[in-house]
């Protein structure tokens, strides 16, 4: 069984940083397409950023780039989501994904809108993030 959980969530204030833990479990971990995704109250979920786990090429959002970083830990199953300059729009419920598709990767089309909902199948039960003004 797939789990993937998630960690390291919590309240800042405007300008500070967090990092966000993902620990997968379950299926095939060292070539996948994983993801991190994030919904605010009465919003749609959005992809933030996603990595292939076998190069370790990233694709991100452009409403995040330059300030939030994804990586991974091959070892520990680990994949990280490195949030710095935070502000208060960044407030939301962030998701960690991965693609059902064994060995998927991530698409080029991901860089700019970010990752697509549609092509994760596998959620974590989220973390949430609070950022004051």
């Known amino acids: 069984q797939v789990q993937l959980v998630e960690s390291g969530g ?3 204030q405007a300008g500070g940083s967090l990092r966000l833990s ?10 996948n397409c ?3 995704f994030r919904q605010a109250p ?8 996603a ?3 076998a190069g370790g090429s990233t694709y ?8 939030f970083t994804i990586s991974q830990d091959n070892a520990k199953n680990t994949v990280y989501l490195q949030m710095n300059s935070l502000k208060p729009e960044d407030t939301a419920m962030y ?8 060995w998927a990767y991530c698409s080029s089309s991901y ?12 959620w974590g039960q989220g973390t949430q993030v609070t950022v004051s003004s």
């Open 51 to 53: 990595i292939y786990t």
């Open 10 to 12: 919590g309240s800042v």
């Open 34 to 36: 994983m993801g991190w």
């Open 42 to 49: 009465g919003k749609e979920r959005e992809g933030v950023a």
């Open 111 to 122: 860089s700019g809108p970010g990752p697509k909902v549609a092509d994760f199948g596998y």
């Open 60 to 67: 991100y959002a452009d409403s995040v780039k330059g300030r």
């Open 22 to 31: 993902c620990a997968a479990s379950g299926y095939t971990y060292s070539s």
């Open 95 to 102: 998701y960690c994904a991965a693609r059902k598709v064994a």
